[in-house]
């Protein structure tokens, strides 16, 4: 069982930056592949980037490759996201989630097994 809580999100203006936290508890963190997707309205929930929790292996959706940055910090069991550049096209609702290594497609949100409550990002233009 993993319990996350992502955090950090909040109105800005493009071409800003702004840092996303997700704290994670639960035995065997190393097991698993930490994610960020986002969901805007009407729209399907979006994957971001994912990171695995014992190596560091990282892999970017093309949208956000060279703006957004995921890392870990293991001495705070925390997944950062580092959105640089922000874009009126990157508002959504982000939300941090983690996935048991192994168990299924890494791009996909359904394959996921635990998810943060979400943290709301506007960016104005």
């Known amino acids: 069982q993993v319990q996350l809580a992502d955090s950090g999100g909040g109105l800005v203006q493009a071409g800003d930056s702004l840092r996303l936290s997700c704290a994670a508890s639960?035995?065997?963190?190393?097991?698993?592949?930490m994610g960020w997707f986002r969901q805007a309205p009407g729209k399907e929930r979006e994957f971001i980037a994912t990171?695995?929790?014992?190596?560091?292996?990282?892999f970017y959706a093309d949208s956000v490759k060279g703006r957004f940055t995921i890392s870990r910090d293991k001495s705070k069991n925390t997944v950062y996201l580092q959105m640089n550049s922000l874009k009126p096209e990157d508002t959504a609702v982000y939300y941090c989630?983690?996935?048991?290594?192994?168990?299924?497609?890494?791009?996909?949100?359904?394959?996921?097994?635990?998810w943060g409550q979400g943290t709301q990002v506007t960016v104005s233009s």
């Open positions: 990171i695995t929790w014992d190596i560091g292996s990282t």
């Open positions: 989630a983690a996935q048991i290594l192994g168990s299924g497609n890494r791009y996909l949100a359904a394959k996921y097994d635990y």
């Open positions: 639960g035995r065997a963190l190393s097991s698993y592949r």
